[in-house]
């Protein structure tokens, strides 16, 4: 049965084939998987009607829809748009939002898709997508070698049909690399129209992003509940006590019972506490346990306890309050040196990102040269003019180029997935950028200006956060050495005690209403070497800080001059390198003309080609490295600690 059916599928198959070829109709009717064919067969409307083997372009995950398929309510992994996903990619599309068309599922933009999104600009010489020639193409080659995409390179095969028309038109360099990016990565940057391209990513977007949601960061700023956690643990030594006590004596000769309700207040002032409560005492009490017993309506009592001498200006309790207080101090310039630092490294994965989008241009438009000087000398080999061994060469020029694309691709890729740990969305997750986001050019920055050296050092010994942390650590110690000093001393302590009877007094008692005691209480070690050690290493420790402070400073001056040296090092590269590329323009300009005269060969031209090429790299990459070491110098200075004003002019 399955046979019989599978057979009279095949025939009605290969009617529908015939009778379409017959008919001569448009791309649409000669496809049955097209989505907008009249033969569709009513299985290729669902979402997974067609095989992913039967689909067109490279492999795909199972569930994916056929072009024009609508997607089911569901976010399956697969390559829905842009590049190939990961399975459990976020299906989100940047596309969506701006209401331009999706990518089709085949992965690859079209003639007439390729101009909505990427629409040529009207001052470009070379129109989008650019055509390849047929020599650097997928068609067979003229000594009869097998197609290039056969030969072993990642570019799937193309039919570009006939010379002329928009069907022609072949897919950028862009395009064919978008097809081997790997999942989730960012694609290449395209060519697009000012009305078309999204704002520019600038640095300050990026410097905001990673100071809401940067983890590390974030996970710092989290010491400021944890220095007030333990300052409030700190306080916890001066709360108001409560002591209960109940005692029964209900066996032997003195059957008594006694009831005490006390408040006790540990205060800082010169380590006084101070104590108020009720006590009922009631019963027979020897002779000796007496001052326990009270009226019958009981006795409020209250009194203190100060220490004269050892824990008088300070004790253990102050101490530790007094280090948690300046522990607290100590979270706010320490997390001022992860901003800085935070914003240091920032700003260089965001020019190295701008660097590689840059670098990724100039080698893109080197290779166009190179395909259109293809197309011209196969023309002329074709009219007997031109030398095929010159052709041959300038197709070896653009494999070459080909292969220094796809290396400043990969290179992009990187840059961007570095930049996205720091650039986040709203929910925090990495968001990696668009490369149509990227800058048309660096940002003019003046050169560095010595003669501000002193003043700026003078700012660097202000702003850096180290100097704060030292110093806050130095006056801890200076706590631990007034606590190890006062530890010296005898402990004398000052005590008073007040009594007032209430009720009817106890048959046989010896007692008056009021009661008033002052006592004098007096304790040393005589050795008292644990507190004479801890001096000695509580100094020792001081002189400690006081170095680490000296250190300090001269690593400050040291960073800002090093940091100016390089500054002004790379601000002179940069403008050498800028000469640099105006004098190889003006030799490749010479050069091209000499070629199109006949003077010269195709050789020499990619030289000049190449020279300047590599001219504009370098120079790019000296303007990274100023921006870099402009950001080295910030640090330096620490301008980025102190938090952004909160108004105009503040």
């Given at each position: 049965?399955?046979?019989?059916?599978?057979?009279?599928n095949?025939i009605?198959?290969c009617?529908?084939?015939?009778?379409?070829?017959?008919?001569?109709?448009?791309?649409?009717?000669?496809?049955?998987?097209?989505?907008?064919?009249?033969?569709?067969?009513?299985?290729?409307?669902?979402?997974?009607?067609?095989?992913?083997?039967?689909?067109?372009?490279?492999?795909?995950?199972?569930?994916?829809?056929?072009?024009g398929a609508?997607?089911?309510?569901?976010?399956?992994?697969?390559?829905m748009?842009?590049?190939?996903?990961?399975?459990?990619?976020?299906?989100?599309?940047?596309f969506?939002?701006?209401?331009?068309?999706?990518?089709?599922?085949?992965?690859?933009?079209?003639?007439?898709?390729?101009?909505q999104i990427?629409?040529?600009?009207?001052?470009?010489?070379?129109?989008?997508?650019?055509?390849?020639p047929?020599?650097s193409?997928d068609?067979?080659?003229?000594?009869?070698?097998?197609?290039?995409?056969?030969?072993?390179?990642?570019?799937?095969?193309?039919?570009?049909?006939?010379?002329?028309?928009?069907?022609?038109r072949?897919?950028?360099?862009?395009?064919?690399?978008?097809?081997?990016?790997?999942?989730?990565?960012?694609?290449?940057?395209?060519?697009?129209?000012?009305?078309?391209?999204?704002?520019?990513?600038?640095?300050?977007d990026?410097?905001?992003s990673?100071?809401?949601?940067?983890p590390?960061?974030?996970a710092?700023?989290?010491?400021?509940l944890?220095?007030?956690?333990n300052?409030?643990?700190?306080?916890?030594?001066?709360?108001?006590?409560?002591?209960?006590?109940?005692?029964?004596?209900?066996?032997?000769?003195?059957?008594?019972?006694?009831?005490?309700?006390?408040?006790?207040?540990?205060?800082?002032?010169?380590g006084?506490?101070?104590?108020?409560?009720?006590?009922?005492g009631?019963?027979?009490w020897?002779?000796?346990?007496?001052?326990?017993?009270?009226?019958?309506?009981?006795a409020?009592?209250?009194?203190?306890?100060?220490?004269?001498?050892?824990?008088?200006?300070i004790?253990?309790?102050?101490?530790?309050?007094y280090?948690?207080q300046?522990?607290?101090?100590?979270?706010?310039?320490?997390?001022?040196?992860?901003?800085?630092?935070?914003?240091?490294?920032a700003?260089?994965?965001?020019?190295?990102?701008?660097?590689?989008?840059?670098?990724?241009?100039?080698?893109?438009?080197?290779l166009?040269?190179?395909?259109?000087?293809?197309r011209?000398?196969d023309?002329?080999?074709?009219?007997g003019?031109?030398?095929?061994?010159?052709?041959?060469?300038?197709?070896?020029?653009v494999?070459?180029?080909?292969?220094?694309?796809?290396?400043?691709?990969?290179?992009?890729?990187?840059?961007?997935?570095?930049?996205?740990?720091y650039?986040?969305?709203?929910t925090?997750?990495?968001?990696?950028?668009?490369?149509?986001?990227?800058?048309?050019?660096?940002p003019?920055?003046?050169?560095?200006?010595?003669?501000?050296?002193?003043?700026?050092?003078?700012?660097s010994?202000?702003?850096?956060?180290?100097?704060?942390v030292l110093?806050?650590?130095?006056?801890?110690?200076?706590?631990?050495?007034?606590?190890?000093?006062?530890?010296?001393?005898?402990?004398?302590?000052?005590?008073?005690?007040g009594?007032?009877?209430?009720?009817?007094?106890?048959?046989?008692?010896?007692?008056?209403?009021?009661?008033?005691?002052?006592?004098?209480?007096?304790?040393?070690?005589?050795?008292?070497?644990?507190?004479?050690g801890?001096?000695?290493?509580?100094?020792?420790?001081?002189?400690?800080?006081?170095?680490?402070?000296?250190?300090?400073?001269?690593r400050?001056?040291?960073?800002?001059k090093?940091?100016?040296?390089?500054?002004?090092?790379a601000?002179?590269?940069?403008?050498?390198?800028?000469?640099?590329?105006?004098?190889?323009?003006?030799?490749?300009?010479?050069?091209?003309?000499?070629?199109?005269?006949g003077?010269?060969t195709?050789?020499?031209?990619?030289?000049?080609?190449?020279?300047?090429?590599?001219a504009?790299?370098?120079?790019?990459?000296?303007?990274?490295?100023?921006?870099?070491?402009?950001?080295?110098?910030?640090?330096?200075?620490?301008?980025?600690?102190?938090?952004?004003?909160?108004?105009?002019g503040?």
């Amino acid at each position: 049965m399955s046979h019989r059916m599978w057979l009279q599928n095949s025939i009605g198959a290969c009617f529908l084939a015939l009778m379409t070829w017959a008919s001569g109709g448009d791309a649409a009717a000669q496809d049955p998987r097209a989505p907008d064919s009249p033969l569709v067969n009513p299985r290729s409307e669902l979402p997974f009607g067609t095989l992913p083997d039967q689909l067109p372009g490279p492999p795909r995950f199972e569930g994916e829809p056929p072009p024009g398929a609508s997607m089911p309510p569901s976010t399956l992994p697969g390559r829905m748009f842009g590049p190939p996903m990961a399975p459990g990619y976020s299906p989100f599309s940047p596309f969506r939002e701006q209401g331009t068309p999706l990518i089709p599922p085949g992965g690859m933009l079209g003639p007439a898709s390729a101009r909505q999104i990427f629409p040529p600009t009207g001052s470009s010489p070379i129109e989008f997508p650019l055509p390849l020639p047929a020599a650097s193409g997928d068609g067979p080659d003229r000594a009869g070698e097998p197609r290039r995409s056969q030969r072993g390179l990642p570019f799937p095969p193309f039919d570009f049909g006939p010379a002329g028309g928009d069907s022609a038109r072949r897919p950028s360099m862009a395009d064919l690399l978008s097809r081997t990016t790997a999942p989730g990565l960012p694609t290449p940057p395209r060519s697009t129209t000012e009305k078309d391209r999204p704002a520019s990513l600038q640095l300050e977007d990026v410097l905001v992003s990673a100071e809401r949601s940067y983890p590390p960061f974030l996970a710092y700023i989290q010491e400021r509940l944890i220095a007030a956690g333990n300052f409030r643990s700190a306080e916890g030594a001066f709360d108001l006590n409560l002591n209960m006590d109940a005692r029964n004596w209900g066996l032997g000769y003195y059957k008594r019972n006694v009831f005490d309700v006390f408040f006790e207040q540990p205060t800082t002032l010169w380590g006084a506490k101070l104590f108020a409560g009720y006590r009922l005492g009631i019963g027979d009490w020897p002779i000796y346990y007496q001052y326990l017993q009270t009226n019958q309506g009981g006795a409020y009592v209250s009194g203190m306890d100060v220490p004269l001498l050892r824990g008088g200006r300070i004790d253990p309790k102050r101490a530790k309050l007094y280090q948690a207080q300046l522990e607290r101090q100590k979270v706010e310039p320490a997390i001022s040196k992860q901003r800085i630092e935070l914003f240091k490294n920032a700003s260089k994965a965001y020019w190295n990102w701008v660097a590689a989008g840059q670098t990724y241009l100039v080698l893109e438009s080197l290779l166009k040269l190179a395909e259109l000087r293809t197309r011209f000398l196969d023309r002329q080999v074709q009219l007997g003019v031109g030398s095929p061994i010159e052709l041959t060469d300038n197709q070896r020029v653009v494999l070459s180029r080909e292969n220094f694309l796809i290396a400043a691709n990969r290179q992009l890729q990187v840059a961007a997935l570095e930049l996205s740990l720091y650039l986040r969305d709203g929910t925090g997750f990495p968001m990696i950028p668009d490369a149509r986001r990227l800058p048309n050019q660096f940002p003019p920055t003046p050169s560095p200006v010595p003669d501000a050296f002193p003043e700026d050092l003078q700012v660097s010994l202000r702003l850096r956060p180290e100097l704060r942390v030292l110093q806050l650590e130095y006056r801890k110690a200076g706590i631990d050495l007034d606590l190890a000093k006062n530890n010296t001393l005898p402990a004398m302590n000052f005590y008073v005690y007040g009594e007032q009877n209430v009720g009817p007094p106890v048959p046989l008692q010896n007692k008056g209403p009021y009661i008033l005691e002052t006592s004098i209480l007096f304790d040393v070690p005589l050795q008292r070497r644990v507190a004479r050690g801890r001096v000695l290493a509580v100094d020792a420790e001081l002189r400690q800080a006081q170095l680490r402070i000296q250190f300090a400073r001269d690593r400050i001056t040291a960073d800002v001059k090093l940091a100016m040296a390089n500054l002004q090092a790379a601000d002179q590269q940069r403008t050498r390198y800028r000469q640099n590329v105006e004098l190889n323009l003006r030799l490749q300009q010479a050069e091209q003309r000499r070629f199109n005269l006949g003077a010269t060969t195709v050789l020499f031209l990619t030289f000049r080609e190449q020279f300047t090429a590599d001219a504009k790299v370098a120079a790019i990459e000296a303007e990274s490295k100023y921006q870099a070491a402009l950001a080295e110098y910030r640090a330096a200075l620490g301008i980025d600690a102190l938090p952004p004003p909160s108004e105009p002019g503040s």
